[in-house]
């Protein structure tokens, strides 16, 4: 097996109810990457137009017309920079309003959305269930999209791993006051289990717009942490990852991990 290498970034930002102005700030974040040869951006969940009911009042508020002119202007500045783009956003059809990552890319190929699976409280109120499990083929690297709530359950990213997917992107809107802050260790700890257990990368992005409850940070497949934005300030991310033959320890876990498998445990 050959290594592949892919350049990836996250970019964080508040997202508001304002869809011009969360396109302005995307578009800082495109060219920040583009200007360090990201190949792959991730954004934060629902970041084109603001997570109901804590950004935007409600689903019903967003302006459509605006989003896919929006949408328009992203996928233009994709083929401008030759950058594949995971775009978090709220997306609509005669089944459903989901809460969805959008890959936008330069060959202007229509992948299918990623629409959250794991709704609660809020999620529950405004989403329609998703039903796909998000793999995503880029430059010969298998890439996995997962939706804050779902880093809680291992089992979503048991499905990534037995399809041998290579990086997961992960989406947030987890955020809240200061004095929750223990919480934002219970989330780093959950993305670097994910990693590890996993033996994947694992990119996220989180929105700024309050408190950060889980970090913007990329971990390697051994749940090391090599790269974390600043709490609470807009800021891109960005690494080249190598995706290279396991070594002993990762060998170890896999090999182990299909033992479990095949004894449906």
Not at 19 to 34: D, F, Q, S, T
Not at 248 to 255: C, K, L, S, V, Y
């Amino acid at each position: 097996m050959n290594s592949k290498k892919i350049k990836i970034g996250a970019f964080q930002f508040s997202t508001c109810n304002d869809i011009e102005k969360n396109l302005e700030a995307i578009k800082r974040g495109i060219v920040l990457a583009a200007e360090k040869n990201v190949r792959l951006l991730l954004t934060q969940e629902c970041a084109l137009c603001g997570y109901p009911p804590v950004e935007i009042p409600s689903v019903d508020s967003i302006n459509r017309v605006a989003q896919y002119e929006a949408i328009k202007e992203i996928s233009e500045l994709s083929k401008k920079y030759n950058m594949f783009i995971a775009l978090g956003m709220i997306s609509f059809d005669d089944k459903g309003t989901y809460n969805s990552v959008q890959l936008i890319n330069p060959e202007k190929i229509n992948y299918k959305p990623y629409h959250k699976r794991a709704l609660w409280g809020w999620d529950s109120d405004n989403f329609t269930q998703g039903n796909d499990i998000g793999i995503y083929n880029i430059d010969g690297i298998m890439i996995g999209i997962r939706i804050c709530y779902e880093v809680r359950f291992p089992e979503y990213f048991r499905e990534l791993f037995r399809k041998q997917v290579d990086l997961c992107l992960i989406s947030f809107t987890d955020i809240g006051k200061p004095e929750q802050k223990e919480k934002l260790k219970i989330i780093k700890s959950h993305l670097v289990s994910r990693a590890a257990e996993n033996v994947m990368h694992v990119l996220s992005a989180n929105s700024i717009s309050q408190y950060q409850l889980a970090p913007t940070c990329l971990v390697d497949p051994d749940g090391i942490i090599l790269e974390i934005a600043p709490l609470n300030k807009e800021a891109l991310i960005s690494r080249e990852i190598e995706i290279l033959p396991p070594h002993f320890g990762r060998e170890g876990r896999i090999t182990h991990s299909k033992i479990l498998q095949k004894m449906n445990v």
